[in-house]
């Protein structure tokens, strides 16, 4: 939809754990998720969480495309307030079109700190990079 955004690359202890894109769509400020993806040998640890708690409270993500058959994500975004606007067909395979809405409980951040003890994220915006930080409590 366009080009316009943010990779995010997260670490713990020096080593990547998961990454994420976050851009506009439609024109929209920077709250549309994509390429998110944990690192295989991080995967059911709670890291998916997490990682989609900084996300949402530091880069205020609310909509996302997921593929259907994706059910361990889609229970993660669902979780996490994100609930089904419209299915599409892209490439043959059935996908949902997700928006968060509002929760109770808000995810708990502080930036900066140490995210997870000691982890960090790195962010690449136009060509530059920033090591961002977080602490989850």
Known sequence: KTNTGIEIVFFKNGKQIGKARVSDLDGKKLNFLHDFEVEKGYRNMGFGGKILEVLISAY???????????????????????????????????????ERKIMEVQPKISAPGSWMTTGE??????????????RIS
Request: charged share 30%; aromatic share 12%.
């Open 60 to 98: 205020k993500v609310d909509t996302l495309y997921v593929d259907d058959d994706n059910k361990i994500a889609l229970k993660l975004y669902e979780k996490y307030g994100f609930q089904t606007i419209d299915c599409f067909l892209k490439n043959g395979k059935k996908m949902r079109q997700m």
């Open 121 to 134: 994220a790195t962010v690449r915006c136009a060509g530059r990079t920033q090591i961002c930080q977080y």
